[in-house]
T-cell receptor
Framework: GAVVSQHPSWVICKSGTSVKIECRSLDFQATTMFWYRQFPKQSLMLMATSNEGSKATYEQGVEKDKFLINHASLTLSTLTVTSAHPEDSSFYIC?????????????FGPGTRLTVL | RKEVEQDPGPFNVPEGATVAFNCTYSNSASQSFFWYRQDCRKEPKLLMSVYSSGNEDGRFTAQLNRASQYISLLIRDSKLSDSATYLCVVSPYGGSQGNLIFGKGTKLSVKP
C-alpha cells in the first residue's frame, strides 16, 4: 500500500515553456502533499506543502508565481513550472501523507527529471 | 550550522563488513527521525524510523541521542545490494503534517 505515482518521469523542454508535473496517491487519500527539488549531489529541499482544497505554503526563496501548485483532490496534486529556465533543471519529487501516518512518515513518488534547454 | 549534517562519504566497504553512519541535527525541538535510502536517480525510500530507545530491523540498527542531537545507523554483514546513499531525515513536528528535513546523504559502496 501507500503508492505514489508521478508523471511524467522525465521531460525535456525549451526555455520559456511551462511544464506540468502530476503527483497521484494511488491507494490512499492524501490530505497533505509535499513537493521537493533535488539538484545533483545535494539534499532534497522542500519547495512547498499543500493541503487538499487550500493554497500551498511555499518555503522561503521559492517563487509561488513560478511554481504553481494545485491540490484539487485527495489523490492528485500538480506542480507547474512556468516559463522554465535552465536553472530550473532538477529532479522534482512529490510525497504524500495522511492524518494518522506515524511520526510524519511520507510516501514518495518516483520523481520527475526536468531538463530545460 | 546546517539543519541536518552527515558525513558525505563515500564509504567503500567489502561484503560482510559492518559500517556505521552518523548524523547530527540542529533543532532540539525535532520530533521525528528517520533513515531513508536513495538509489541513484531514484526517489528516497524509508529504511526505518528512529526511536529514542533505539531500534533494530534485521541487519540495521538505529540509535537516537536527543541530548547530543545525534542519530546513527549501523549496518551489519553488508550486502552488495546495500550500496546506496543513506539519508538522515528529521521532522520538526510529530504527526503527518510536518515537512521533512533531509541531510545530504552518506554514500555507501559495498564491493565484492
Amino acid at each position: 500500500g501507500a503508492v505514489v505515482s508521478q508523471h511524467p518521469s522525465w521531460v525535456i523542454c525549451k526555455s520559456g515553456t511551462s511544464v506540468k508535473i502530476e503527483c497521484r496517491s494511488l491507494d490512499f487519500q492524501a490530505t497533505t502533499m509535499f513537493w521537493y527539488r533535488q539538484f545533483p549531489k545535494q539534499s532534497l529541499m522542500l519547495m512547498a506543502t499543500s493541503n487538499e482544497g487550500s493554497k500551498a505554503t511555499y518555503e522561503q526563496g521559492v517563487e509561488k508565481d513560478k511554481f504553481l501548485i494545485n491540490h484539487a483532490s485527495l489523490t492528485l496534486s500538480t506542480l507547474t513550472v512556468t516559463s522554465a529556465h535552465p536553472e530550473d533543471s532538477s529532479f522534482y519529487i512529490c510525497s504524500a501523507s495522511w492524518v494518522g501516518t506515524a511520526g510524519g512518515e511520507q510516501f514518495f513518488g518516483p520523481g520527475t527529471r526536468l531538463t530545460v534547454l | 550550522r546546517k539543519e541536518v549534517e552527515q558525513d558525505p562519504g563515500p564509504f567503500n566497504v567489502p561484503e560482510g563488513a559492518t559500517v556505521a553512519f552518523n548524523c547530527t541535527y540542529s533543532n532540539s525541538a525535532s520530533q521525528s527521525f528517520f533513515w531513508y535510502r536513495q538509489d541513484c536517480r531514484k526517489e528516497p525510500k524509508l529504511l526505518m524510523s528512529v526511536y529514542s530507545s533505539g531500534n533494530e530491523d534485521g541487519r540495521f540498527t538505529a540509535q537516537l541521542n536527543r541530548a547530543s542531537q545525534y542519530i546513527s545507523l549501523l549496518i551489519r554483514d553488508s550486502k552488495l545490494s546495500d550500496s546506496a546513499t543513506y539519508l538522515c531525515v528529521v521532522s520538526p513536528y510529530g504527526g503527518s503534517q510536518g515537512n521533512l528535513i533531509f541531510g545530504k546523504g552518506t554514500k555507501l559502496s559495498v564491493k565484492p
